[in-house]
């Protein structure tokens, strides 16, 4: 068992577990998946549990579609995608 590291995009680097579990930070905050500026070097190790969702969410990760509600923290308006709102944690603008 391992955590992956792998370019997720350019600047960015997605962590998660080879064999479906979640994976937490040094300080004990728990993901399912993590992804951090390539700059922060970020760590996390593999827990126990294994990650279960819902079917209708796997199926929509494996087509591609969003399934997450993201808001700004600056105007609390819903973002409308995963991408959108890694722009705005980036310091970009929404559209």
């Not at 549990?49 to 579609?65: K, N, P, R, Y």
């Not at 399934?67 to 722009?87: C, I, K, P, V």
């Amino acid at each position: 068992m391992a955590v992956v590291y792998e370019t997720y995009r350019p600047g960015l680097v997605r962590a998660y577990s080879d064999k479906g579990l979640y994976i937490k930070n040094p300080d004990g905050e728990v993901y399912y998946e993590a992804i951090d500026p390539d700059w922060t070097h970020r760590t996390y190790e593999e827990t126990e549990e294994e990650i279960e969702i819902a079917s209708d969410e796997a199926l929509s990760i494996i087509s591609g579609e969003d399934t997450y509600q993201n808001y700004s923290e600056d105007d609390g308006d819903l973002l409308q995608s995963s991408e959108e709102a890694l722009n705005v944690i980036l310091g970009g603008e929404t559209e």
